[in-house]
């Protein structure tokens, strides 16, 4: 669900908004800069929720993907055995992961779906 008419946050990659927003009716659909920069936001404000769902479903499949390969790396699948440096980096990827992957599907206008 898309966080709308919420200042701090960037409605489309859920990083911190700069103050830069796009609207469309009562909804305000505030932006990161680098939403504002490229246009994100102006094309998921017209996309309906449910078109929004698919891109954002893709982009969390395709955060933990990266994520799962990292544990992969490591060898290790038990979230408690990591060390605190591991868990940093695993938590670092999964949001990082996110916001660039859902920029990337709505760059493209189209949802990579793609399985661990």
């Avoid at 990337?104 to 206008?109: K, N, T, V």
Wanted: with cysteine; proline share 3%.
């Amino acid at each position: 669900m898309r966080p709308f008419n919420d200042p701090e946050q960037c409605f489309v990659c859920r990083r911190r908004a700069c103050g830069l927003g796009v609207g469309q009716g009562r909804r305000i659909g505030w932006t990161c800069q680098i939403c504002a920069d490229e246009g994100l936001g102006k094309k998921a404000i017209k996309m309906s929720d449910f078109d929004f769902d698919v891109y954002e479903q893709a982009a969390l499949v395709l955060a933990g993907n990266a994520a799962g390969a990292y544990l992969d790396r490591l060898g290790r699948t038990d979230l408690a055995a990591l060390h605190p440096g591991e868990w940093q980096e695993f938590c670092r990827l999964l949001v990082t992961g996110f916001g660039h992957a859902i920029q990337d599907q709505i760059r493209m206008s189209r949802p990579a779906m793609g399985g661990r």
